[in-house]
């Protein structure tokens, strides 16, 4: 049985807009999906240092680990395996205020394979998107609830159940209004 993973994602909200920097990764069968940046915690590491190293490792960015907003405890299959993860989902705020001054951010993400090789880091797109057009894009924003949790004031728990993913697939699918983003 796989472990629990622990993981820190940064919900960086644009001074200006209101809008949050999310990543867009791939899904399967030529899908995508969004979600906060961020990534796995190490046995010892609070959720704040691991937020400001992924946001370093992935971006080359320095950031601010701010209040915890959220947890999330995430069930999902990927890649037919299930999974089960924890995630703290943070504010954070960037340490240089040049880069909210940003549309895109270009990201490299390490998809966690066994053997750490070059082939299983891959790059990733980042832009800005509002809670409302993520909640009607093309594509589902991963974990499911967290972009209703991150609206509200206060600290939320959230169980994303594991057929919360594949409904919130399937409405992506069927036609829900896209905010698409220039390929």
């Known amino acids: 049985m796989p472990d629990i993973r622990g993981v820190a994602l940064g919900a960086i909200r644009h001074p200006a807009t209101g809008e949050y920097l999310v990543q867009r990764l791939p899904g399967t069968d030529d899908t995508h999906f969004h979600r906060f940046i961020g990534g796995g915690i190490h046995v010892g590491e609070a959720s704040d240092a691991a937020l400001e190293r992924e946001f370093r490792e992935e971006l080359g960015v320095a950031v601010e680990a701010g209040p915890a907003v959220c947890t999330v405890e995430n069930l999902f299959e990927w890649g037919g395996d299930s999974h089960h993860e924890f995630a703290i989902v943070r504010e954070a705020t960037f ?3 040049s880069l909210y001054d940003r549309d895109r951010f270009t990201g490299v993400e390490d998809d966690g394979g066994d053997d750490g ?3 299983d880091r891959f790059e990733y797109e980042a832009y800005w998107r509002s809670l409302t057009a993520l909640r009607a894009a093309d594509a589902p ?6 972009a209703d949790a991150v609206a509200v004031d206060g600290h939320t728990h959230v169980v994303s159940p594991l ?4 409904g919130a697939v399937a409405d992506a699918v069927t036609g829900a209004d ?6």
Do not use: R, Y
């Open 95 to 97: 340490a240089d205020d």
């Open 117 to 119: 090789g070059d082939d």
């Open 163 to 166: 057929d919360a993913d594949a």
């Open 178 to 183: 896209t905010d698409a983003v220039d390929e």
């Open 141 to 146: 924003f991963f974990p499911v609830g967290v």
